[in-house]
């Protein structure tokens, strides 16, 4: 079962489940099974274990005139030395780290609605997943002030609108791009001292690249009728409104 | 025999659609939201027993509320069986004449104001506040 295909794997469950009554209860009980099997019928093909033995002893060649020339030593030998207490072993993580998968209602270009953060309520456009598992939007910036920016699938509704937007193939749109740089730590002299010279909060490559994005987006946006307006907006719910009966 | 709705005009009665054997409904509230069905008996002051062979609906007991009278009615004999409730319901047309009616339009309306997704609420609000503007 190992060496089979997903589509195997279904197929099997599938099987599984059409010789099931409801509440997990098989079809057919042991007996049936046993006789519909009937392997007691079929031919065993007796293949011969190849399974080889590991020596235990190997015979070791001694010096010596009146040592018997050879002796068998143990392939293996017990340890000279064991901790007085138990060491504990932390347990296995065989867990391979994957991006978070992002729901299948969330494609390149759709719409969605940020719940969460300074810009919470607005609507933005989704334009990749970052390998980190974090989706990256766009307001887009001169539409309704969002930058590029990085944002959890859990803070986020998905709505129904998708923006045909060409496919955005940028090296610089990276986790590391969005990483917060680390403040240089000063030492006792300096620490004392104000930085007058402060940096720009937003560096001129990120300005240039949220340019560069928008050129490709906003004139997608703006082809749709009303678009631009409904990305303006913030999303609110008014009285008689409840989220879990919306269609978004 | 008069029927009760010539009886209801003759007397100028406030009521015109009544719960009687025959009598088409709309089914707003339950399992089967959305179909028509016929009383085909009552069973209390609060209880019906009603089959809808053609829209899909089981023959089954509803209570007075889940459902809503239309203007439309059937002859048939009170219990008869769902054979003769569908022979009757297609020689009336009854489903085409129900798709005429203004509850019918009205109940599309409200599923289609459902679908409308989070895009189309904001352009129906948009609509509705240029339109009141003017």
């Given amino acids: 079962v190992n060496s089979s295909t997903t589509k195997q794997w279904y197929q099997r469950r599938v099987a599984i489940t059409a010789g099931m009554l409801p509440g997990g209860v098989p079809k057919l009980g042991r007996a049936a099974v046993y006789r519909r099997r009937a392997l007691y019928k079929r ?60 729901r299948s209602s969330i494609k390149p270009g759709t719409v969605l609605i940020l719940l969460a953060g300074a810009h919470r309520g607005k609507r933005v456009i989704f334009l990749k997943q970052l390998p980190s598992g974090l989706l990256l939007v766009t307001g887009p910036y001169k539409i309704n002030g969002v930058p590029l920016r990085r944002v959890d699938q859990a803070y986020v509704i998905a709505t129904s609108t998708v923006v045909e937007i060409p496919a955005i193939a940028n090296d610089k749109l990276t986790d590391a791009m969005f990483k917060r740089k680390a403040k240089p730590t000063k030492n006792e002299r300096e620490m004392f001292i104000e930085n007058t010279s402060e940096e720009p909060k937003i560096s001129a490559e990120r300005i240039a690249l949220q340019k560069e994005v928008d050129a490709v987006v906003v004139p997608a946006v703006k082809k749709v009728e009303m678009l631009p307006s409904y990305l303006r907006s913030k999303f609110t719910l008014t009285k008689g409104q409840f989220p879990h009966q919306l269609k978004f | 025999i008069q029927s009760n709705l010539s009886r209801a005009i003759f007397c100028k009665m406030l009521y015109q659609r009544f719960i009687e054997v025959g009598r088409v409904c709309y089914i707003r509230i339950g399992d089967h939201t959305g ?83 989070d895009f189309g609420r904001f352009k129906l609000r948009v609509s509705k506040t240029t339109l009141n503007r003017k």
């Fill in chain 1, 43 to 102: 031919k065993k093909n007796a293949k011969p274990s190849k399974v080889e033995a590991k020596p235990e002893f190997k015979t070791k060649k001694v010096h010596g005139e009146k040592n018997g020339g050879s002796r068998q030593v143990p392939v293996q030998k017990s340890p000279r030395f064991y901790p007085t207490e138990d060491v504990k072993r932390p347990l296995t993580n065989r867990r391979k780290v994957k991006p978070t998968k992002l």
């Fill in chain 2, 35 to 117: 179909k028509i069905c016929t009383v085909v008996d009552l069973v209390d002051q609060k209880h019906l027993l009603v089959d809808g062979p053609t829209s899909g609906v089981p023959r089954c007991v509803l209570r007075l509320n889940q459902v809503s009278l239309t203007d439309l009615k059937i002859d048939i004999p009170r219990g008869c069986k769902s054979k003769k409730v569908r022979s009757e319901l297609t020689k009336e047309d009854i489903n085409a004449k129900f798709l005429a009616t203004s509850l019918s339009k009205k109940a599309e309306g409200k599923k289609s104001k459902a679908l409308l997704g």
